[in-house]
Nanobody
Framework: QVQLVESGGGLVQAGGSLRLSCAAS????????VGWFRQASGKERAFVAA????????SYADAVKGRFTISSDNAKNTVYLQINSLEPEDTAVYYC?????????????????????WGQGTQVTVSS
């Protein structure tokens, strides 16, 4: 089982940027699809972005296309989420998740049910 730890959240003004990190241990992320989700207060956890194993494919929620970029560094066993042009509506706890997919190099799951390893989350707060 892979262990995930998120970092990089914080308080930022609208229009600013953040880079979130999802550091993995225990297994190599190159055989995992990794996704980012976010959960605002009182709302369900929602898909943000996903990257397939070996970074062959990416997928984004419509609400973040053009502002968020997911990437991976297999040497550091870390997946990143670059967030630009932050809006107050982006305020949420951001979680990364992983699922083992050794035979599906282009798979980018978009639902929470498709992931079986989760980090503890990192808070992003955007002030207007």
């Amino acid at each position: 089982q892979v262990q995930l730890v998120e970092s990089g959240g914080g308080l930022v003004q609208a229009g600013g940027s953040l880079r979130l990190s999802c550091a993995a241990s225990g297994r190599a992320l190159s055989t995992y699809a990794v996704g980012w989700f976010r959960q605002a207060s009182g709302k369900e956890r929602a898909f943000v972005a996903a990257i397939s194993g070996r970074a062959t494919s990416t997928s984004y929620a419509d609400a973040v296309k053009g502002r968020f970029t997911i990437s991976s560094d297999n040497a550091k066993n870390t997946v990143y989420l670059q967030i630009n042009s932050l809006e107050p509506e982006d305020t949420a706890v951001y979680y990364c998740a992983a699922t083992l997919v050794p035979l599906r190099p282009y798979y980018t799951p978009r639902t929470t049910a498709e992931y079986n390893s989760w980090g503890q989350g990192t808070q992003v707060t955007v002030s207007s």
